[in-house]
């Protein structure tokens, strides 16, 4: 036997020889061996079109033979040579790439999303891998049983062997759903299909639209399709609705679903399927049965398909949607729905609703902020803490007790300069201003919704939600059926006795109470944290040693290296919890076993909230309310865990407590989108790096569309789920806090112009296509944002009257100002700080030698200043509070009652003009309901005259006379 290898088109042949004549040929490709050919004499019987063919119809194995051969350009036995000292894989290799190259010579394209035939499309793949352990025998079965399952339900399979996978241990099992299966489950499922073309004229004039034009699409873009009057499919009535093509009536987002919906009910053991709890794919990709189960993308992001039948869908969306510098482009929603399907339509239609109302808030915020850079020098109390004549001469008590020295109240000029900033009369207007804007835009949004729910035919979608989209982990559980009296219909009940349900409940519930309280315990933590490192940065800084440093050296001060390095180990605090909770939530939300997918995610919706609520937010809660307020006086301060733990509370400098929240709020919502954006963009791009390296730069021929989507990070069925999470905890930030920092609208809206099309980008080019799904609104998240707009007036109003030096400011101005013929703010520092004899200053809590600054002298000052309204030493009420304190406590107090009613009013005021569902959508849903009576009226006639004209030959009567034989109906017509 002789071999000879041959190179002809970069495809290296290999043939073995038997005889003089030549006459057979074979193939060594994995061990396996194809049969025999024959040929007459020079000439060969199977031409290599014909060789194709054989290797189109049978994809395990490749036959070579002579002829192909004698086809091929030079032969080099030198390559041969080299091959044949290949040995184990690398031999395999060489013949697995020699085969792949051949593929591409066939008819059917590699990166078809069609079946062999190129006719039936592949509506879902799963994947599996044989690994030699000891559960494979059981796994073949499973899958032995589930595909055969399969196929009685209808579906069509056709099975990629391993041989022909890039890693050559891969088997793709391709699903195609005929006519018959989409039609029986588009009439369960209620899938709307269209019966009549839109005669409604669109009325939607927007004022000098021209000047909107540069950010808007191509028409062809935004709306792919034309608009018509749907109605729920029915199998039986067919030729009622608009079917040109039964192959494009159902979009591939619709069939997909459909054939899930299948894949997550179908058993997989040869037993009756009604109460057996061994079915659905999800069991069987979690015990490893199959490694992956997907719907295809339609071709490569980057180029469109040489598949002609290929909608190329997904390019246009990378072209139109998914590339950054597209940011000021609207997005192609009706495309956006019509491949990813509703639910991922709806969460993209929010987020970009939002973003442009983040707008118009951003302008005022940014206003406001510019207004208190403006007004600086109108400042009178900044000017007298910075200057040296009063600031200067002021010497403020120790902040902590012995590691704190006595010091000047101009070094906190910086402070005191960055608080004014946000500390002005435009942070009332703001907050006022936000209130409103909250509520027009929840408002606005559900207009917004109403018209998506009606031009994406979502408008009825609750109950069939409610009915069909049970869970197949709930079905598995149920063994009973129960009457639905509404319905009366049979539905799958599951029977918990009211012992168990309670004490599933405690144990859910107490575990979500356990995580919040840990929560808050990492909270105190890191305020004793605050609290000991304050002391270690006040002695180590009181020289001002960061003065050196060049730029920021002058702002460093020791409470701003305290709040800095607590807000940064706070946020990295955050993160672990939030990764730790995400899997304690899913768990207790599987034991409650929810009815249906939507009652999953509304479940789980309230606990990861509930948790990322407290997560995020107590620590600025501490810092606006707390911190500061609870501090006594040198001479009788309060301690963290009493006395014996040697923390004293911190106090908020002259400055304020203010500009800390800032610094808080920045770090942590900061921290959280750009930390957010990484996890987004990298992780899965660095992921599907590593995975697809070895084929990146393979031809399509050699890396098909099954393959290429295999490689692609899977989008979990709570993907949408964390996506909502982020922008409202975002939501959180920029309402609850922001009279506190008023560019934080401008920080939201750069991340979700950046968000957009990150998210965008990472769903078209890094993850499988997600399996669609329909909703009707963007769920328990509307609650929670109604809940937070409600909570944010509250909030805003306390963070003015107690955080911010606002109301002690205006008080001063009216009523207690030195000069009672103009109201003036001057002498206010001196004013709202009290007098401490140093003399009383209990010995535990004095400065020890050394920590006093070298200008101290315990002889010349006998007095030092606080933060506080109260008695100087020597009153009859030494130390006690003033009057002054309780006229602000009112003042602070009718302000946030006034506030609040305010912005209440205002708030049901906008609520109540603005109608839910704009006028237009509700006449369309009317017009739509009378063509559906009325049609399905006329087609039910049109039927039965029909069925009386194909019987008329059965009656003998005369016309004019009714005969007796004829049915009513008959008669009737």
């Not at 049970?470 to 009457?483: G, I, N, V």
Request: aromatic share 14%; charged share 25%; with cysteine.
């Amino acid at each position: 036997m002789n071999r000879i290898a041959g190179k002809r088109d970069d495809t290296l042949i290999e043939v073995q020889s038997s005889g003089e004549d030549n006459n057979g040929c074979r193939l060594e490709s994995f061990g396996e061996e194809v049969p025999e050919h024959e040929h007459n004499g020079s000439e060969s019987s199977l031409s290599c079109s014909d060789l194709e063919g054989s290797v189109h119809s049978s994809h395990s194995s490749d036959t070579v033979c002579v002829q192909c051969e004698r086809e091929s350009s030079l032969p080099n036995h030198e390559s041969f040579h080299q091959h044949s000292s290949y040995s184990g894989i690398w031999r395999r290799r060489t013949l697995f790439l020699k085969y792949r190259s051949r593929v591409d010579k066939q008819q059917q394209s590699k990166d078809s999303v069609f079946f062999r035939d190129g006719v039936r499309r592949i509506d879902f793949v799963l994947s599996y891998v044989e690994d030699k352990d000891k559960d494979e025998e059981k796994k073949q079965e499973r899958r032995k049983a589930y595909e055969a399952n399969l196929q009685e339900f209808g579906l069509q399979l056709e099975t990629e062997d391993k041989s022909e996978s890039e890693d050559g241990r891969t088997y793709f099992l391709k699903i195609h759903a005929p006519w018959d299966v989409l039609a029986r489950y588009a009439d369960i499922l209620k899938i709307k299909v269209p019966f009549k073309a839109n005669d409604i004229p669109e009325h939607r004039d927007v004022p000098m639209s021209w000047l909107f034009t540069p950010f808007r699409l191509p028409t062809h873009v935004m709306h792919p399709e034309p608009d018509y009057f749907t109605s729920p499919f029915d199998k039986s009535k067919t030729d009622f609705f608009l079917i040109d093509d039964k192959d494009t009536l159902f979009p591939p987002s619709t069939r997909n679903r459909i054939v899930y919906y299948i894949l997550s009910r179908c058993a997989y053991q040869n037993i009756d399927c009604q109460y057996n709890d061994k079915k659905g794919i999800k069991r069987l990709l979690n015990n490893g049965t199959y490694t992956a189960a997907y719907p295809l993308h339609d071709c490569r992001y980057w180029t469109q398909s040489r598949d002609p039948n290929c909608e190329n869908e997904r390019y246009s969306l990378y072209r139109y949607w998914g590339q950054f510098f597209r940011f000021y482009k609207e997005q192609p929603l009706n495309r956006i729905r019509k491949y990813y399907g509703e639910k991922i339509g709806i969460y993209f239609a929010w987020l970009g609703f939002y973003t442009e109302m983040l707008f118009y808030a951003a302008v005022v915020g940014l206003l406001c902020f510019i207004y208190g850079l403006t007004t600086y020098d109108q400042s009178i109390w900044s000017k007298e803490i910075c200057s040296e004549s009063i600031g200067g001469n002021i010497v403020m008590c120790p902040l902590c007790d012995k590691k704190c020295g006595y010091w000047k109240l101009n070094t906190t000029c910086n402070s005191t300069w960055q608080s004014h900033l946000f500390d002005n009369v435009g942070t009332v207007f703001f907050a006022i201003f936000m209130a409103i804007w909250v509520t027009l835009f929840l408002e606005l949004w559900k207009r917004r919704q109403a018209r998506l729910e009606y031009e994406w035919d979502l408008v009825d979608f609750e109950e069939e939600q409610q009915q069909l989209q049970l869970r197949p982990e709930y079905e598995m559980k149920c063994r009973e059926r129960r009457r639905n009296r509404i319905t009366q219909e049979m539905e799958l009940v599951l029977e918990r006795s009211p012992a168990d349900l309670v004490g599933k409940l405690c144990i859910c519930w107490a575990t979500v109470v356990l995580w919040i309280a840990l929560i808050i315990a990492s909270i105190i933590g890191v305020i004793a944290y605050r609290l000991a490192v304050y002391a270690a940065f006040a002695s180590v800084m009181k020289d001002s040693p960061t003065n050196k440093i060049q730029l920021v050296g002058s702002i460093i001060t020791p409470q701003l290296a305290t709040s800095v390095t607590a807000s940064c180990i706070n946020f990295v605090i955050i993160m672990i919890l939030n990764f730790l909770y995400e899997r304690v939530a899913i768990w207790i939300t599987d034991m409650e076993i929810p009815k249906t997918h939507l009652e999953y995610e509304n479940r789980l919706t309230v606990k990861m909230f509930l948790f990322q609520f407290v997560n995020y937010y107590s620590s600025c809660f501490y810092v606006a309310f707390f911190k500061g307020k609870f501090v006594g006086y040198p001479g009788d301060p309060e301690y963290m865990f009493n006395s014996w733990s040697g923390l004293r509370n911190e106090e908020c400098d002259p400055g304020g407590c203010l500009i800390e929240l800032t610094t808080q709020l920045v770090i942590i919502m900061t921290g959280k989108q750009v930390w957010g954006n990484i996890q987004e963009a990298l992780v899965p791009w660095l992921k599907n790096w590593w995975v697809s390296k070895s084929a990146r730069n393979h031809p399509e021929s050699l890396y098909s569309r099954w393959e290429q989507d295999h490689d692609l990070q899977h989008f979990t069925q709570l993907g949408l789920f964390y996506e909502y999470l982020e922008m409202v905890i975002q939501f959180g930030f920029i309402t609850l806090f922001v009279a506190s920092f008023p560019l934080a609208p401008l920080l939201a809206l750069l991340n979700n112009i950046l968000e957009v099309r990150v998210d965008a980008w990472k769903m078209i080019t890094q993850f499988r296509r997600p399996i669609a799904a329909k909703a009707h609104s963007i769920g328990a998240w509307q609650e929670i944002l109604h809940m937070i707009a409600v909570f944010s007036v509250v909030t805003n109003a306390f963070i003015v009257a107690f955080t911010s030096d606002m109301i002690p400011r205006l008080v001063y101005l009216y009523a207690y100002h030195t000069d009672t013929a103009t109201p003036s703010m001057q002498g206010y520092i001196d004013n709202s700080l009290s007098i401490f004899n140093i003399s009383q200053i209990p010995m535990d809590n004095q400065p020890e030698p050394g920590e006093n600054p070298s200008w101290f002298n315990s002889s010349v000052t006998t007095t030092c200043r606080y933060r506080d309204y109260r008695y100087p030493p020597g009153h009859e009420k030494e130390y006690l509070h003033t009057m002054q304190f309780w006229h602000i406590i009112a003042a602070k107090l009718a302000f946030i009652i006034i506030m609040e009613h305010v912005a209440f009013l205002v708030k049901f005021f906008v609520a109540w003009l603005i109608p839910d569902v704009p006028s237009d959508v509700k006449a369309r849903i009317r017009r739509e309901r009378y063509l559906v009576q009325e049609y399905m009226q006329k087609y039910e006639l049109d039927k039965l005259k029909g069925q009386i004209s194909l019987n008329h030959g059965d009656c003998t009567c005369p016309s004019e006379v009714i005969p007796t034989s004829c049915t009513p109906v008959q008669a009737i017509l």
